[in-house]
């Protein structure tokens, strides 16, 4: 969030002072103003009256608080002055009050990371339990259905950043705008995957198992083809989830996203256990979660003032700034992406047993990993203030890294013992199967190790996605998966098995948190750097 200075331009904007005393004796007015601005924080200001007006700004952002020390000049018909205080209250608070409040501010957020991945894993929970070819024709099939959705994270990065801007200048026309050509951009995706499961599904699927797996061919793409009939909805429900996050709104799309997650249990429970629909069940209960989802968070939006009906043909250079904001993070994600659908690329040349047991593992991992997400949208929350704000503050940056850092190395370990406990100590969740259990327990060493370390790489790449070290993100992110890519490569031809896909993938994870960890921590780094042009702040438009 960013702390905006109100600068008082002629003596109408300060309505209704209400004059007091006190000891020594000055006096103080507190200006009530008609209309607060959408968007911007409510300012509370306490000033003595003096030779000059001098004003003291608190502003609370999400649960933090962000201030600065200094003064702005302004020349108006009486110099103003304006000094930020409550700069030494977040300095402070010790380690643990600021990761509480951490908790507090992300808290909500987790549930909507959680979601996506949950219905997958019900998915994988309800087919293990009736078919293993079923299960292992899932892997190919989230693939498709799961892993691409990643691509187009994009939309959500830029949705909120354009919106929070707008709301922050107190624009809703602008936040409205921005909001009408998103949906545009993400309708457009939505159709334009919808066309491409429906005619070229079974191909990309038939490329990617191989000939040898051609019998999960059939059961996969039915999946794919009733889960592809929701893409348009998915999409649309990721843009108004995340205007709705960008306005600092967590709640509204946690209540859409649990009451998906609700249906797409009691559908599959129905559909695949009672009717014995199999695959295609659970494919309809969950496209029909995400289509309620996406029509739930556009009646929050909606509930908000705003329209997610509208829809606005973005002009070109309205697109090339969604491009700028997007291209990093689109490289990013198709980096990681892309490694992980080479696990299963690898892992499904190793056979169905094999194929049933990465899918238990990867869909585990990934809902365990999300835990993690919140802290990176923390970092990106509040740490471009403290990094180029007008009175930026290096040290507090630092401090909020210190904080997130520490609940990502205390919440790996949580998750890194839980992640591996289920399926070591209760296998008979995911498939009554001896053989593919056996296979589970042979990654469970690599799964613990590439889990642990997730949360701590996510609070460092948030804290670079704020400094907009952008460059550095994608450059790295693509290093690490042309190493990754080549390693895969070299366990797969020495027949390591599963496991070696899995030793990978802790190696991908591991160079990630000591790429991330070595340029946060830099003397030339952002967080403690004192020459900011290289960032080129006037042309960010992060919040």
């Known amino acids: 969030m960013q702390t905006k200075t109100l600068v008082a331009h002629s003596p109408p904007l300060l309505q209704n002072p209400t004059l007091f005393f006190t000891n020594p004796p000055h006096f103080y007015f507190t200006p009530r103003f008609n209309h607060t601005p959408p968007g911007l924080p409510k300012l509370h200001f306490s000033t003595p009256l003096r030779r000059r007006n001098r004003f003291t700004t608190s502003c609370i952002g999400d649960g933090l608080l962000i201030g600065d020390n200094g003064s702005h000049a302004s020349p108006v018909s009486e110099e103003v002055e304006v000094v930020k205080v409550k700069r030494e209250e977040l300095e402070s608070k010790s380690t643990w009050d600021q990761m509480k409040e951490i908790a507090v501010f992300t808290g909500p957020a987790t549930g909507l990371w959680l979601c996506g991945p949950l219905m997958s894993l ?12 079923e299960l292992a024709a899932l892997g190919p099939a989230t693939v498709m259905c799961d892993s ?21 200048k107190g624009d809703r026309n602008e936040a409205q705008h921005h909001i009408s050509i998103l949906l545009f951009i993400g309708l457009t995706c939505g159709f334009a995957m919808l066309i491409f499961t429906r005619f070229f599904g079974s191909w990309a699927l038939t490329a990617f198992s191989g000939p040898k797996n051609a019998h999960l061919i059939p059961a996969a793409n ?34 859409a996203l649990a009451v998906a997650s609700a249906i797409n249990g009691i559908g599959d429970v129905v559909l695949c256990s009672f009717l014995r629909y199999g695959i295609a069940g659970a494919a309809w209960a969950t496209m029909v979660s995400q289509v309620v989802a996406g029509y739930m968070m556009i009646q929050a939006l909606n509930n908000k ?78 740490m471009p203030e403290l990094i180029y704000g007008v009175k930026r503050s290096l040290p507090k940056a630092r401090m909020l890294l210190k904080s997130l850092v520490v609940i990502g190395a205390l919440l790996g370990l949580v998750l890194g013992i839980v992640g591996t406990s289920v399926p070591w100590f ?34 460092f790449e948030g804290t670079l996605l704020a400094g907009r ?45 000591f790429l991330s960890l070595q340029r946060a921590t830099s003397t030339n780094g952002i967080l403690y750097s004192e020459d900011t042009s290289r960032y080129q702040q006037e042309k960010l438009r992060a919040v």
């Open 122 to 133: 019900i998915d994988t929970v309800v087919i293990g339990q009736g078919s293993s070819i």
């Open 148 to 168: 691409l959705s990643y691509v187009f994270m994009f939309l959500s990065v830029a949705t909120s950043n354009m919106v929070a801007t707008a709301l922050a």
């Open 222 to 255: 039915t999946y794919v083809q009733i889960r592809g009939l929701a893409w348009p909805a998915v999409l649309i429900g990721l843009i108004t989830q995340s205007a709705s996050l960008g306005m600092k709104d967590s709640w509204g799309p946690l209540k």
């Open 305 to 382: 003032g705003y329209n997610a009906y509208a829809f606005s043909v973005p002009s070109p250079k309205e697109l090339l700034i969604v491009f700028e904001l997007a291209a990093p993070v689109v490289l990013t994600m198709m980096s990681k992406v892309a490694f992980y659908t080479l696990i299963v690329y690898f892992a499904t040349s190793m056979g169905t047993n094999i194929i049933a047991a990465h899918q238990v593992m990867i869909q585990t991992f990934f809902i365990c990993t999300v835990w993690g997400e919140p802290l990176s949208q923390t970092a990106q929350s509040f």
């Open 426 to 459: 209760f296998p008979g969740i995911f498939t009554p199967d001896q053989k593919i259990i056996q296979e589970m327990h042979k990654v469970l060493i690599p799964f613990f190790l590439a889990l642990a370390v997730t949360p701590a790489i996510l609070a």
């Open 469 to 513: 070290d952008l460059k550095f993100i994608s450059l790295s992110m693509s290093g690490c998966f042309s190493l990754g890519a080549l390693l895969l490569l070299f366990v797969s031809s020495r027949g390591c098995g599963l496991a070696g896909c899995w030793w990978a993938l802790v190696g991908f994870q591991w160079a990630r948190l």
